[in-house]
């Protein structure tokens, strides 16, 4: 059986804990399945980098990245081939960052880690940091986030100070982007593109399940997808 490729766009450090819950959870794929992972470290990411011998792309925490264009491209490159995209902490916050720079136009859409006084921060400071912090989430019951994850609220861990603007959630509305699961103080904490056959975006990082030796349904999920498309 062909292996299923995924790439995981991010700067691999052994002290992040998330990077080492991603390894684990490569290892605890089951059913069969055989999944070959390579990490792409962000600075190795040039214009001409080619992305088409994986089957899947998951953008990784440790955000802000080396090189943020390169992220983006390798974002971007997922969303427009409908190559099945997970993007978690921020590569949640990189996502919508693609999305409303390249689908909608704003190209003044920032990052305010990166720049704290761009005049459009699409990703700001969270109302509460959520570092190693845990937060029920609760699914809004739009797209087939739910099917893929659950639709009850479940406890999930964090490691992140910023997310969604909630000044510029209006920009998503009818755009193609959906808010899938949301906080108990209702700031978004999901988002899934429409039209597309798996991509989705998460505040919180679902790899942590892998160091409870359990694989995450929404990486479940991701892998699934991808060995379809393979």
Same mark, same amino acid.
């Given at each position: 059986?062909?292996?299923?490729?995924?790439?995981?766009?991010?700067?691999?450090?052994?002290?992040?804990?998330?990077?080492?819950?991603?390894?684990?959870?490569?290892?605890?794929?089951?059913?069969?399945?055989?999944?070959?992972?390579?990490?792409?470290?962000?600075?190795? =990411?040039?214009?001409?980098?080619?992305?088409?011998?994986?089957?899947?792309?998951?953008?990784?925490?440790?955000?802000?990245?080396?090189?943020?264009?390169?992220?983006?491209?390798?974002?971007?490159?997922?969303?427009?081939?409908?190559?099945?995209? =997970?993007?978690?902490?921020?590569?949640?916050?990189?996502?919508?960052?693609?999305?409303?720079?390249?689908?909608?136009?704003?190209?003044?859409?920032?990052?305010?880690?990166?720049?704290?006084?761009?005049?459009?921060?699409?990703?700001?400071?969270?109302?509460?940091?959520?570092?190693?912090?845990?937060?029920?989430? =609760?699914?809004?019951?739009?797209?087939?986030?739910?099917?893929?994850?659950?639709?009850?609220?479940?406890?999930?861990?964090?490691?992140?100070?910023?997310?969604?603007?909630?000044?510029?959630?209006?920009? =998503?509305?009818?755009?193609?982007?959906?808010?899938?699961?949301?906080?108990?103080?209702?700031?978004?904490?999901?988002?899934?593109?429409?039209?597309?056959?798996?991509?989705?975006?998460?505040?919180?990082?679902?790899?942590?399940?892998?160091?409870?030796?359990?694989?995450?349904?929404?990486?479940?999920?991701?892998?699934?997808?991808?060995?379809?498309?393979?």
């Amino acid at each position: 059986m062909q292996a299923v490729r995924i790439a995981l766009v991010g700067d691999f450090s052994p002290d992040v804990l998330a990077h080492r819950a991603i390894n684990e959870s490569m290892r605890l794929v089951g059913n069969g399945m055989r999944v070959e992972s390579q990490w792409l470290h962000t600075s190795t =990411l040039q214009p001409a980098h080619a992305f088409d011998s994986f089957h899947g792309l998951w953008c990784v925490p440790g955000s802000p990245y080396a090189n943020t264009d390169g992220a983006l491209r390798a974002i971007e490159w997922a969303r427009s081939r409908n190559i099945p995209f =997970l993007g978690t902490c921020g590569g949640f916050q990189h996502a919508v960052l693609e999305f409303v720079r390249h689908v909608l136009g704003r190209n003044e859409a920032a990052h305010a880690e990166l720049d704290s006084s761009a005049s459009f921060p699409v990703i700001a400071p969270l109302a509460c940091a959520l570092v190693e912090k845990s937060e029920r989430i =609760l699914p809004t019951g739009r797209g087939r986030f739910a099917r893929w994850y659950g639709s009850a609220p479940r406890m999930e861990g964090f490691h992140c100070s910023f997310g969604l603007n909630a000044a510029c959630e209006s920009v =998503l509305e009818n755009n193609g982007l959906e808010v899938v699961a949301r906080g108990e103080n209702g700031e978004v904490r999901a988002i899934e593109l429409a039209q597309h056959p798996f991509f989705i975006g998460t505040l919180f990082q679902p790899e942590r399940s892998a160091l409870r030796g359990e694989l995450h349904p929404l990486v479940h999920a991701f892998l699934e997808a991808a060995a379809q498309r393979q």
